[in-house]
């Protein structure tokens, strides 16, 4: 991890409020339920977004608590278990990436451009 990237983690700390107002276990379920269901749903454009959309959240629920315990490993001057957080960080991110790019919507350029008009 850069200089950079671990002054940045010091100062930062406290500014991060993601509490979820739900149950994050439910909506991993609710995720592996769409999953299952893609047999008989994967012709739905709505099934396909809500895929999309539950799998976003549960990817932004498990970057929150690698963050969190990022935060702690940086704390206790752990540097193995910083890169090794940080590596399931950047594979978070690449997973996520790959997940919204399968829905235009999720696109950050359509976004931009959606919001620019």
């Known amino acids: 991890m850069s200089k950079q990237a671990l002054t940045a983690l010091g100062r930062n700390e406290t ?6 107002h739900y149950d994050a276990a439910r909506l991993v ?7 299952e269901a893609a047999p ?3 012709r739905s454009e ?4 809500d895929l999309a959309d539950v799998g976003r959240d549960v990817l932004a629920g498990l970057g929150t608590r690698c963050h969190r315990r990022v935060l ?3 704390r206790t001057k752990d ?14 991110i690449g997973d996520m990436d790959e997940l919204v790019g399968t829905w235009r919507e999720f696109l950050l350029g359509v976004w931009l451009e959606i919001h620019e008009s």
């Open 15 to 20: 500014m991060v409020t993601t509490q979820p």
């Open 29 to 35: 379920e609710a995720w592996r339920l769409l999953i």
């Open 40 to 42: 008989q749903a994967a």
């Open 46 to 49: 709505g099934y396909r977004h």
């Open 72 to 74: 702690d490993a940086y």
């Open 79 to 92: 540097a193995a278990a910083l890169r090794a957080l940080g590596d399931r960080m950047l594979g978070l």
